[in-house]
């Protein structure tokens, strides 16, 4: 019981704190990965409850385009984590989870619980919800869909502050192979499928 409200306390900080997010970093973002987390949870041995805390901590601060909110979120989940009572020992490995999930950081997590939080994370980025979401943060960040002379980058380099869809071949490709998990890969393999046959379709459209 004691675990299931820390679990609910976390998740109403985090509702709380997200309510001004962007769409694509907001707290409906944090229960998809939520709920992955909790399929992958069923076929590997991490500390569940340490596992869905971290999830629920993870985007907890988000500055745009600031590549150190996995670090501020981190910091600031200590501070959460003890007023809710959690062992320091606990504390830690949340701690170190959300610290080392971030893609831009390019590091595989030290830890099980780690490992899960990031394949979680990864697989809401792919996929049809992934698709809403790429292009969702384009439009919050003024950001064209597409080079409209090269759009599929052939001769020219990769750049997805500018083209969303650079951002398929810079990040959303590459997941699939960067999964931590047996469960991880198979989810992101069939979420990827809906990414590749989408660009085949756009091929013909544009």
């Known amino acids: 019981m004691e675990i299931m409200n820390q679990l609910e306390n976390l998740k109403k900080i985090a509702k709380n704190k997200l309510?001004?997010?962007?769409?694509?970093?907001?707290?409906?973002?944090v229960m998809r990965v939520y709920r992955n987390a909790e399929k992958i949870c069923k076929t590997e041995n991490g500390n569940k409850k340490l596992i869905l805390s971290a999830v629920l901590l993870h985007d907890i601060?988000?500055?745009?385009?600031?590549?150190?909110?996995?670090?501020?979120?981190?910091?600031?989940?200590?501070?959460?984590?003890?007023?809710n009572?959690?062992?320091?020992?606990?504390?830690?490995?949340?701690?170190?989870?959300?610290k080392e999930h971030?893609?831009?950081?390019?590091?595989?997590?030290?830890?099980?619980?780690?490992?899960?939080?990031?394949?979680a994370d990864?697989?809401?980025?792919?996929?049809?919800?992934?698709?809403?979401?790429?292009?969702?943060?384009?439009?919050?960040?003024?950001?064209?869909?597409?080079?409209?002379?090269?759009?599929?980058?052939?001769?020219?380099?990769?750049?997805?502050n500018k083209w969303a869809l650079d951002h398929f071949y810079e990040k959303l490709l590459t997941l699939e192979k960067k999964m931590n998990t047996r469960t991880g890969k198979t989810l992101a393999k069939k979420r990827t499928k809906i990414l590749e046959n989408f660009l085949k379709e756009l091929k013909t459209e544009i």
Request: net charge positive; proline share 4%.
């Open 19 to 29: 309510a001004k997010n962007d769409p694509a970093h907001d707290f409906e973002h």
């Open 61 to 83: 601060i988000k500055i745009k385009n600031r590549k150190d909110s996995a670090l501020k979120s981190a910091k600031f989940s200590e501070k959460i984590l003890k007023e």
């Open 85 to 98: 009572h959690f062992l320091d020992n606990e504390i830690i490995i949340i701690s170190d989870a959300i």
């Open 102 to 119: 971030s893609f831009s950081k390019g590091k595989t997590p030290s830890t099980i619980e780690g490992k899960i939080l990031q394949d």
């Open 122 to 160: 990864r697989l809401d980025a792919i996929g049809a919800i992934g698709l809403a979401r790429v292009f969702s943060f384009s439009g919050s960040n003024n950001r064209s869909f597409y080079h409209p002379n090269d759009p599929f980058s052939k001769n020219r380099s990769l750049d997805d």
